[in-house]
């Protein structure tokens, strides 16, 4: 959202309106609620578990994914923002963040768990994720099935720091951003930009939080109702 936004949006908040109307948050967890994320998330392989407010990935095994579930996705979504924080705990490589998903996803060996029925159903299957510190945790870059890859970097991944990641997608391009600095961005009009999202490792023990997907407008604002405090939902929590 720009600076513009945000000071439109105080302003609208002191004089009593509570968000602004073109506001778009499509998705988001901050796992907070256990219960309510077992909701949104359902895993296609590996050890994941909701704890300490947290997404853990827990099992040292390549291809571990999980993606949002059909009832808080909507397949016409071809322009978003998809932020997430992530920390790696153990392993060789860092994090796998997944976009433009539809149909089956590569089993690349595993025996991969049911899709969301939506999903599975959908033509042809399409698979986008963000590898920062693939290869051994030598490089990053942008890997695709049935798309464009990209994005090459020499980004690796340190153990125990956490990570802003947030890539743009819209119908012809998407653009991935570490830490608020642009790597990159590729042109690709595949199938229209559509496809949900997903949190993934490869080789790798780690934990995800703060997700959010919100569509071009920027995201809604969270008020509190004591304070008029208004705030984006990545500073809702302190960084941990």
């Known amino acids: 959202m720009s600076k513009f936004n945000v000071f439109i949006t105080i302003c609208a908040i002191a004089f009593g309106v509570t968000a602004l109307a073109t506001a778009q948050t499509y998705f988001e967890d901050n796992f907070d609620d256990a219960k309510a994320s077992e909701d949104k998330w359902v895993p296609l392989f590996g050890e994941w578990e909701f704890a300490d407010d947290q997404y853990h990935q827990l099992q040292n095994s390549v291809n571990c994914m999980s993606v949002v ?3 808080f996705w909507d397949d016409t979504w071809s322009e978003y923002t998809y932020e997430v924080r992530g920390s790696k705990v153990s ?43 693939g290869w051994g945790n030598t490089r990053s870059q942008v890997e695709s099935w049935g798309g464009k890859a990209g994005a090459n970097s020499n980004h690796t991944i340190k153990d125990k720091d956490w990570y802003h990641i947030k890539i743009v997608n819209t119908p012809d391009s998407y653009t991935v951003i ?47 109702a004591k304070s008029k405090l208004a705030t984006t939902w990545a500073h809702l929590k302190s960084v941990k």
């Open 178 to 224: 570490l830490d608020d600095e642009e790597v990159a961005q590729v042109d690709d009009d595949t199938e229209g930009g559509v496809g949900r999202i997903g949190l993934a490792t490869w080789a790798t023990v780690a934990k995800y939080d703060d997700v959010i997907v919100y569509g071009p407008d920027g995201p809604s604002l969270p008020v509190d």
């Open 69 to 71: 579930a059909d009832e």
């Open 91 to 133: 392993g060789a490589e860092g994090f796998l963040i997944m976009f433009r998903c539809q149909g089956l996803m590569q089993p690349r060996g595993q025996a991969l768990e049911d899709h969301p029925p939506r999903m599975e159903n959908l033509k042809p299957s399409l698979e986008y994720w963000w590898n920062l510190g």
